[in-house]
């Protein structure tokens, strides 16, 4: 179903946030740069010899993290620190300013596309955010790849016949870099949680041992056991979440690019293009599979809280119905029926000397007695409309317009019944709009929209009044979310200050 | 002289609507039953006039006075059928409806206590008319107030369309408006010309068309 139900807080960008300043803006830049310098420094440490692209190209994670999480107005840093990190002594000169526009390149690109297509929270917090981080980074990478390996060819770095082979060394070997750097900065850039118990540092430290032991022992054993380390990346991922994952991750891949540079281990094979394609490969696996565990266990945690405090509301929302109805009767038809009961006594006493007078009480006390009965049959209805059950969401909704001070139109409604869960649902979110509308809005008239097409009830109620109602907590509103979502459906508010209100929901329902 | 059979499942209820039924000469209480099966059975021995019962009742609680009523217009089509609801909804008058209106009439709980109101349902449906609450009506009119239809009808028309639509004749809504029997005739023609509703002698039926107008449908 649609997204718009969620919000969470926006973890980016906080240079975004703060103001404006030249000096602010200059900062960033350098610190862009040197981050940028310093990875790329750290990637020639763990790498063969020779031009050939990195293993793991570091800086292209160090700079996506940054544009993400900064903005993508600091971009002039990439192209300081790649120009700064360029090996000019094996390289033309214009082929590295061509190997540099490629990977300025590459990560405008895909902070772009991280950001476009991961709208709310963090990428990864949930399973497709994880899979755009890994679209983004590979279309990035592609651009790089391509841009960086024509600028060789045309320098003559490299031959026809190697462009295959370097384009892809290039490409896997961005793609693995910002797969380990931009998650481990992404988890570990929010606030690290408060009050971890004793037991949980101790946890954490075992599983830190337990990961630099196994991924030592992985990946330096001749014998081809490197997927040894799965164990305890799981273990990272299910107990420590999006910081274990892309910390044992990371702890990972310096192991298997140390040892395979070192020439011992699994991933050292007979040539040195094929020893970085398996490390390359073994790295964007581990970080895909782990990070995407942790993604799904965030999700989870996220969904069991969410339904969690969901249960508490709907809990309380009863309770508050109950003493809702309890007030209604005390203060209605209890009270009339005392009164009554009052002036009955009254009567008697009269009519045994003014038998005219008593006449007239009583047919004040009848009356009252109507009254009370027209209360206690809106009551009734209220609590449960006998007319949803009986006839369905659209003989249902005609009695809400009926009841309606705000004159209703009904648009569009249902053209036979549907089930049960989803009649109740649809009606009470209609019954609640417009009884705000009819509470605060200042609305002249009300519209209506209900639909059920293809096992969904869509519902829609606008009103022209003053807008700008908010979903507070323990509104009504909330409760009609919570109804909403429990059924597997979502809503939706949209009130302008001054443009009216308009509720929308979907609901699964199917034809009964 | 009206024979009635009662259905109601509270006792209380039952009592009550017993002792109203026997101040009223004109009508003898056959039976009384407290669920649709005996009810059933009952109606279908002594084929009373009139069935007057409760809207809901054992074994569902739900709609089975309106269930009965659509069994009976197939059965026993001379039977008539006064429903009693505490249902101030249009929805179970138009189901009672469905079949035709003739013969059956939609009454809100309360009415009972009014003895003359009572007597007019049975004798009406006893003669083959219908009659809804005027609650009800009165509901359906003020919700359409606004309505661009409704605002083609002068005040009056408007009283009339509701009358009409509570099941009366042409002579009780004369009497009860104090005019001549061919005003209201007029009146009448007038308004469903300009509701665009389609002219119909027949009573019942135009109870029906009325209703259905009142409700937001076309007839």
Not at chain 1, 93 to 105: F, P, R, Y
Not at chain 1, 247 to 261: E, I, K, Q, Y
Not at chain 1, 375 to 400: M, Q, W, Y
Not at chain 2, 147 to 158: A, C, N, S, V
């Amino acid at each position: 179903m649609s997204e718009f139900v969620y919000h969470e807080s926006a973890e980016r960008p906080w240079l975004d946030r703060l103001p404006h300043s030249p000096v602010r803006y200059a900062v960033g830049v350098v610190a862009l740069g040197g981050l940028y310098y310093a990875g790329a420094k750290t990637g020639y440490l763990l790498e063969f010899s020779g031009p050939v692209a990195a293993i793991v190209w570091l800086p292209v994670g160090v700079g996506i993290s940054f544009l993400y999480l900064g903005g993508v107005a600091y971009w002039p840093g990439l192209v300081i620190g790649d120009l700064l990190a360029n090996d000019y002594s094996v390289l033309p000169l214009g082929s590295a300013l061509g190997q540099t526009c490629g990977n300025v390149l590459e990560v405008v690109i895909a902070t772009l596309l991280l950001r476009r297509l991961v709208k709310h929270g963090s990428p990864l917090a949930s399973v497709r955010g994880v899979g755009v981080i890994a679209v983004s980074v590979a279309a990035g990478a592609a651009v790089s790849a391509t841009v960086g390996a024509a600028s060789l060819l045309s320098g003559s770095v490299i031959g026809f016949g190697e462009l295959p082979t370097v384009w892809r060394t290039w490409w896997l070997g961005d793609a693995s870099g910002a797969l380990l750097v931009v998650p481990l900065a992404l988890a570990w850039y929010a606030p690290l949680p408060q009050g971890w118990s004793r037991a949980r540092w101790l946890e954490a430290g075992a599983l830190l041992a337990g990961v630099v032991a196994l991924a030592d022992f992985a990946t330096r054993s001749t014998t081809p056991i490197a997927y040894a380390v799965f164990p305890v990346l799981i273990w990272a991922a299910l107990r420590f979440g999006q910081r274990g994952a892309t910390l044992a991750v990371a702890v990972t891949a310096v192991f298997a690019v140390w040892n395979v540079t070192h020439y011992v281990g699994p991933f050292h094979v007979d040539s040195i293009t094929r020893s970085l394609l398996t490390t390359q490969l073994f790295i964007a696996v581990a970080a895909l599979t782990t990070l995407s565990l942790a993604a799904a266990v965030t999700e989870r945690e996220r969904f069991a809280m969410r339904l969690g405090a969901s249960r508490l509301r709907l809990i309380s929302a009863s309770d508050n119905a109950r003493r809702r109805i309890e007030h209604d009767l005390h203060d209605g038809a209890q009270l009339r029926l005392t009164w009554l009961a009052q002036r009955l006594h009254d009567s008697a006493g009269i009519a045994r000397r003014e038998p005219q007078r008593a006449a007239a009480l009583l047919e004040e006390a009848e009356g009252e007695l109507q009254l009370a009965i027209d209360e206690l049959r809106e009551l009734a209805h209220g609590i449960h409309p006998a007319v949803l059950v009986d006839f369905g969401l659209t003989e249902a909704l005609k009695s809400l317009k009926l009841r309606s001070s705000i004159p209703v139109e009904l648009v569009e409604l249902p053209s036979g019944r549907l089930d049960s869960a989803a009649e109740t649902v649809g009606y009470y979110v209609v019954a609640e709009a417009i009884a705000n509308a009819q509470k605060y809005s200042g609305a002249s008239a009300i519209q209506v929209r209900a639909a059920a097409t293809r096992g969904v009830l869509r519902l829609e109620i606008a009103d022209d009044g003053v807008g700008g109602a908010a979903e507070r907590s323990g509104s009504g509103l909330e409760g009609l979310r919570d109804r909403a979502e429990a059924g597997g459906g979502a809503l939706e508010l949209l009130s302008p200050p001054g443009g009216g209100t308009r509720i929308r929901a979907e609901i699964p329902a199917s034809a009964a | 002289m009206i024979r009635v059979v009662l259905g109601e499942d509270s006792f209380l209820a039952r009592e009550g609507i017993t002792r109203v039924l026997e101040s009223i000469d004109e009508v003898e209480l056959v039976a009384s039953c407290s669920d649709l099966d005996e009810l059933r059975s009952t109606v279908e021995h002594v084929e009373p006039d009139v069935v007057l019962t409760d809207i809901r009742m054992p074994p569902t609680n739900t709609d089975e006075g309106i269930r009965l009523a659509g069994e009976l217009r197939h059965s026993l089509p001379e039977v008539g059928v006064v429903v009693l609801s505490q249902h101030a909804e249009p929805a179970y008058a138009m189901s009672l409806f469905e079949d035709g209106s003739s013969q059956r009439a939609y009454l809100l709980k309360e009415r009972v206590k009014d003895k003359d109101e009572l007597e007019r349902a049975l004798r009406e449906v006893a003669d083959g008319r219908s009659m809804v609450d005027p609650r009800i009506v009165d509901k359906l009119v003020s919700a359409r107030l606004s309505d661009p239809g409704l605002d083609k009808l002068t005040p009056r028309e408007r009283e009339i369309l509701a009358l009409i639509a509570e099941g009366r004749s042409n002579t009780s809504i004369a009497e009860s408006l104090g005019i001549t029997k061919r005003a209201v005739e007029r009146h009448i023609n007038g308004i469903f010309v300009r509701l665009d509703l389609p002219e119909d002698g027949d009573v019942n039926r135009r109870v029906k068309a009325a209703l259905l107008y009142l409700t937001g449908e076309t007839a």
